[in-house]
């Protein structure tokens, strides 16, 4: 019998699929490494849950014109906010349409998880995930243009996020030129 | 019931996003055996073709059991197949463990399913007493533990599931508890008239009652009449605090506190035979061979002991007096029970507690709110989004009650309780938002009816509620791309900005703009809103005043800006500040640092005016400065909140944000905001019917008295050693005295304002005028909020110390 009893409707203030992936799979890179380099590490340090007190959330899928306010605005209402970054183009540094918030307490990040997460902000369906904590760097994005990732090879238009995806687009301007040029 | 398309999918629909989560689940239990309700649904999606093996028993009843009542099925079908198959699995000993387990978790997480799951126990009972007797142990054991910690909440729902067993009992059952809890009540009320955990006994025995009657027991009309008439005295007596928790306190219909309303109710119902139509009756059995009813003759059980202890555990919330609250109470067609209907509170105390036990997932509390029909009797309410001008024809003699308007007026009296919900109030947004995605057709109407009558009877609403109202109203909008229809106010905008209603259009509309931008809102309103929108909305940053050379002390302002943009020496911008102040002694200005200050802050405005980070670093360069400010002068101190304000007075909301900071670096005091805003600048009255005005003075109070609970808290810590608890409590005697000061100053600059408006009516006009009697309303509608505000400080805070006290003895 599981020992914790699970509730009998799902919850909305767990950490993401993409974020346990990612746990798991450090976890296993640090296993990798570690059993090259230092048998004597201890399991206690693994278990130990990276989110068990974390006040801050990973906000995607904003629109690259939300501003500082309006992320402010919204969130404030799950509790008075203590830090607020926007994560921005790598290269441009303007905003590339993701933020961390930190909260004051565990508590106002989960219910910001479960009132806020996947409502809308700018008229866009954002996306809230429980984070470790922000740490200098992370403000940028990692996508090789410089914003996310997901903003490379996206081949839907997004007018709030730039257009088509900069890999997409540099391909279609491409085919444009190429065209224009007799081939 | 049964024809709505939506019910297939019926209380799985927010399921399916438990895909994603599914292998880490099976991974954490080690087996398929936990309480997803969508196992299947998982598989199914995965593998089209035919399931080549039967599901074990056990997974087969944990699904059953999970979506009872939520499918087309008849649910006395269900309830009969979920029986015997427990009945003839009985003897694993895993699966016997399980199902009753899962049995009383649905007890306290999904209430509207008591009377199915109760059922199931109950029609087991012919064949197989054992499982009566294991459920009534576990039951017990739960409603001790609950007592215990004073979950009140729990402790109902545990005694309504042995409510609806009232029949398996020898003797009186449930009323033995019953009979118990009353006489605590009573003693708790004897000792304290401004108590609050007897009024919560009272309810619970009040919500219990109509259970066991509903309940396959014959016989106990007599027993329910008798307690009834005790419980009278309690639950009619008004309460002290009532007519601090009213939610329209200037309505001139009579105030109808929940507890008296129900004991009302249920006089009525008591006179009718106990009808109690909307429970649903699904324990009954066929007759069986010999013509006798199967229950009746069944086992019987002892009930099991739950002694209630001598002194209480009055649980972790202070308790007030609740106030009923309907959005839908004036209208020409009934779409909600009245208030003298049983059914009124039985639909409301178990939306409410449906609503409030999940908030960890508002899709499932949509979802909830949606099936409500589902889980009440079949006449309780009309075909789902029937809309509103034809119920009448539909329904013929039948109920016209709407499901969606009920579930929604429940919402509502979450959003609009006083003083204050269990939750944040966004989470009973997001659940409004939730069901309106999900049942856009049926719940948009009802919603639009809901907007309609609060802002009809805004005159009369308590003003935080109104400010609540505000709040929801514009962060719904800006779900469903601002939509509304503004023209039905149109002619509301030429009323004074004083006026309770233009108020609100105003202030929901600058709300809008911090949640959008102006010109985006400019464009869902119609022409004679447009004037209502500055232009100067739409500038990307407020001018810089003292660029325009007929500002006084234009030319310092400029120098100071452009010093502080270079990161000049501090001794050159203290020349600077200098010079402007020698210069105003020069013109006879009282305080000096004033101008100073004026510029020195409007710069720092000026240069972070790009976003809040950029102000904050800009603040955080500045801090020493700024801090030595209010001590030398606290006039100069109000200067710096002038500044900010009257900088970003196009968009209060910025400027409250950034007084809000600069309180937390404590280059404010919360007095000094307060002071600002009620007595420098309250400009006769009229700031206090703004928003943001509201807004920085409810921050600044909830600052200082959150502070105040957050020593009570850490002194409240386990295991903290002596000295430390003896410091805290200094802490707390100290903090509490500036609160109560503070409170104090608010109460008497309101007076102050309250009279001033009176006086300048008397002198200026021999008749009153509407814009003036609408002047003098304000003060009055902010005191009653902040006398309620201190009052609760005062309970919440005196429990504390009590408790504390009390673990001394």
Redesign the interface.
Known sequence: ??TA??????????P??YF?GRQSRKRKNDRDRDDREDKERTPEAVSEDPLKDAATLYVGNLSFYT????I???FA????IKR???GLDRYNKTPCGFCFVEYYTHQDAL?CM???GG?????RIIRTDLDPGFQEGRQYGRGKSGGQVRDEYRDEYDPGRGGFGRAVAEERAKEEREYGSGK | MGDYENRGRGGRGY?N??R??RG??RK???GP?????SQDDDDYDRRPQRRRYEEPPVVKIRKQL?SIAESLKKPEDEIRSISQALIENYDDE?LR??VL??IL??TV??PFKIPFVAAVILVSNPQKPEIAKEALVRAASDARKYLEDGSWRQFKLSLRFLGCLQGLFEGDGVFTVLEELFSRAIDLQTASSDDGLGLELVKIILLTIPYILSSSALGFEQQAASLLEKTDIIASTPHALEALVDPYPEAERPREPVLSLLQKQLQTEAGRDWELACIPRVWKLPLGEDGQDPLATATKHAFPEIPIPKSVNPGPKSLFPEVFFSAYADQEVETVPPSTEIASSLLRDALIDTINI???????TARFLIDIDCYFSTDTFIKRATPFDRLKEVAGDKSTWKPEDVAVDAVFSQLFQLPTPE?????Y??VL?EACKIAPAAIAPSLGRAIRFLYRNLDSMDMELSFRFMDWFS?HL??F?FTWKWTEWSDDVELPDIHPKKAFIIGALE?EI????AQRIRGTLPEPYQPLIAEAKEKDAPDFKYSFDETPFALEGKEIISLLRKKAPEVEIQGVLNLIQEKAMGVGIADPLIPSTDAYVTSICAIGSK???HVLSCIERCKERLLAIGPQSETARRQIISSAMDYWKDQP??GV?II?KLLNYTILTPMSVIEWALIDHNDQGRNLAKSHIYEMVSTTVFKVTNRVRQIVAARDQEGLPDDQVNMLNETLVREREEQKIMFKVIEDSLINCAHGTKDEIMENSNSVSVDERLLRKWPERWLKVFRRKFAVEEAVIGDAVRVQVKAED
């Open positions: 019998m599981p009893t699970r509730s009998t409707v799902d919850r909305l203030d767990q993401s699929a346990l501003t500082e306010e309006q402010h605005e919204l209402k799950c509790g008075e607020l970054v926007m219910d479960k009132y806020i409502t809308k902000l700018d008229e | 399921n996003r438990k994603r989560y880490e689940l954490e239990t080690g055996i936990s309480g997803l309700i999970l895993e463990n399980n387990d899962l978790q649905l997480e999904q999940l908030d960890f997932n508002r899709n499932a939750h944040k109030l966004v989470y947004h997001s938002t962060h800006s779900n791309g709300k911090r949640l959008s931008f976003s809040l980070s909301g910025v944000n809000d």
